[in-house]
């Protein structure tokens, strides 16, 4: 006979004992699995239905302030009286597919959250677009809240980028990117942003988002430099570039 001891099955009960504990195992990572997609859902698409919302209607109200006299950077009111809260314009770019895009103040998550754009005011204070010299550099979420600026790897070189006021179209034409970049690099929203190959003072728009897509690693830079401006006519007549 061997000596040899073979190992024994364990009992019926015991085997009824694992088969309901790895039942319940099973159960539990299909309930966290279950809560993970919905949060993953709430974080990627509920978020952007509420921002979408919360920015159409301050949009709303931004365009019947402009209804009313005494308001907007040509009128006897100075510019800086429209740097409130409320908003100061709306963003326009085609290639992004993403409809016009209120901006405010700030970069912070409180204002970017809104499903809206925010221009920096800290650590460089953006310039404005009607300023005579500087860089208007603006930040959106690439995902979540609105993802307004889901789409900037869509624009290149050439294409259009229109910044709407209440009585001027500003229209500038995208002349670099930086595909990638250090979320610490502030230099690519100086006055003459150095790495998009300008040197001298000009008139330029700098759009900034987190990338590679659902992180926030790194930055993607688009720059672009005013080539005109439009007054706004009786029918809010769009320049050529958003027909």
Not at 154 to 166: I, L, N, Q, S, Y
Request: net charge positive.
């Amino acid at each position: 006979m061997s000596r040899a001891r073979r190992r024994s099955a364990p009992p019926p009960a015991d085997r009824s004992v694992i088969a309901g504990a790895l039942g319940l195992l099973g159960e539990l990572l299909i309930t966290v699995g279950l809560i993970l997609g919905l949060f993953v859902a709430y974080s990627l698409w509920w978020t952007n239905v509420l921002a979408d919302r919360q920015a159409s209607a301050r949009g709303d109200q931004i365009r019947r302030q402009w209804q009313q006299p005494g308001s907007g950077p040509g009128s006897a009111a100075q510019p800086g009286a429209l740097d409130t809260q409320d908003g100061i314009g709306f963003l326009h770019v085609p290639s992004m597919n993403n409809g016009e895009v209120l901006v405010k103040p700030g970069t912070s998550p409180e204002v970017l959250n809104d499903g809206v754009a925010g221009y920096y005011t800290d650590p460089v204070k953006a310039a404005l677009p009607w300023d005579d010299k500087g860089n208007f550099a603006l930040a959106a979420h690439r995902d979540g809240h609105g993802a307004k600026f889901h789409n900037i790897d869509k624009v290149k070189k050439g294409d259009a980028v229109v910044f709407e006021t209440k009585d001027t179209w500003y229209v500038y034409k995208v002349f670099a990117e930086l595909t990638q970049t250090s979320k610490y690099n502030t230099d690519v929203i100086n006055p003459v942003p150095k790495e998009s190959g300008k040197t001298a003072p000009g008139r330029y728009i700098t759009l900034t988002t987190c990338t590679p897509v659902y992180t926030s690693k790194y930055r993607y830079i688009v720059w672009g430099e005013l080539v005109r401006t439009e007054k706004v006519d009786a029918q809010r007549t769009p320049p050529a570039e958003l027909r």
